[in-house]
């Protein structure tokens, strides 16, 4: 695995092809690495390795939760945190998980949008964030839907810590609040067994159906 790694890092200092973690590690810049740098670069690399990244990995595949906070620890003072995203003030809690996510998945621009102004539900609250797999309002491109499986997985995963209420995606909502159970191996495109997503009504588009983003409400 070593020489594997190897290879990679010094076919990426010539510059040959474009790799997850490459803008922020800087490699192709000529830039002298000693040992303790040598060791972090590896480890970018194998991260992305392992957790898929920019692809949306494959079912077990979790990334590993880099959260700073537990939901049961943050007051709920509703929504007068300027998280600086949406358009307007949204929770703490709402936006402790935005950046969550933000800094979790790096590798992915996810256009997120959180506070609606006017909407009568949870984004209207500051309790809200729509993560975009596609700007287009479609249903999305096999790597753009991966990326949100991979997300929902994730979320699944760290509901308990991030205090999520539920989340829709593709047209199914998951809702630990009501008993739905997590299994975010089971969480791909397509799949929806009963202990884990549950349909809900065709609205008439691929944004409203949440075919083009993953839908995040949190508890306060």
């Known amino acids: 695995m070593w ?14 092809g474009r790799d997850a973690g490459e803008s922020e590690v800087g490699i192709g810049s000529g830039l002298a690495v000693g040992g303790a740098g040598v060791f972090a670069l590896v480890a970018t690399v194998f991260a992305a390795d392992v957790y898929g990244a920019g692809s949306g990995g494959g079912a077990g595949s979790i ?7 537990h939901a049961s620890e943050v007051s709920a003072t509703g ?5 600086g995203v949406g358009n ?4 703490e809690l709402t936006c402790l998980g935005y950046r969550s ?10 256009g997120a949008h959180c506070t609606r102004p006017g909407d009568p539900q949870d984004h209207g609250k500051g309790q809200a964030c729509d993560f975009m797999t596609n700007n287009r309002g479609d249903a999305g491109t096999a790597e753009e839907n991966a990326n949100g499986d991979e997300l929902a997985r994730w979320l699944m995963t760290n509901a308990e810590q991030m205090g999520i ?18 299994c975010p191996g089971e969480s791909t495109v397509g799949s929806s067994p009963p202990s884990c ?21 949190f508890t306060h």
């Open 79 to 83: 929504a007068n945190y300027d998280c």
């Open 3 to 16: 020489a594997r790694l190897r290879e990679r890092l010094r076919r990426r200092s010539r510059g040959s």
């Open 165 to 182: 209420k539920y989340i829709i995606w593709r047209q199914r909502i998951w809702n630990p609040t009501i008993g739905d159970e997590p």
């Open 63 to 69: 990334r590993a939760g880099e959260i700073s906070y």
């Open 88 to 91: 307007g003030p949204t929770t």
């Open 101 to 110: 996510v933000l800094a979790n998945f790096p590798d992915v621009n996810w």
């Open 197 to 217: 997503w549950r349909p809900m009504k065709t609205l008439g588009n691929d944004t409203e159906d949440h075919n083009d983003h993953v839908h995040v409400s």
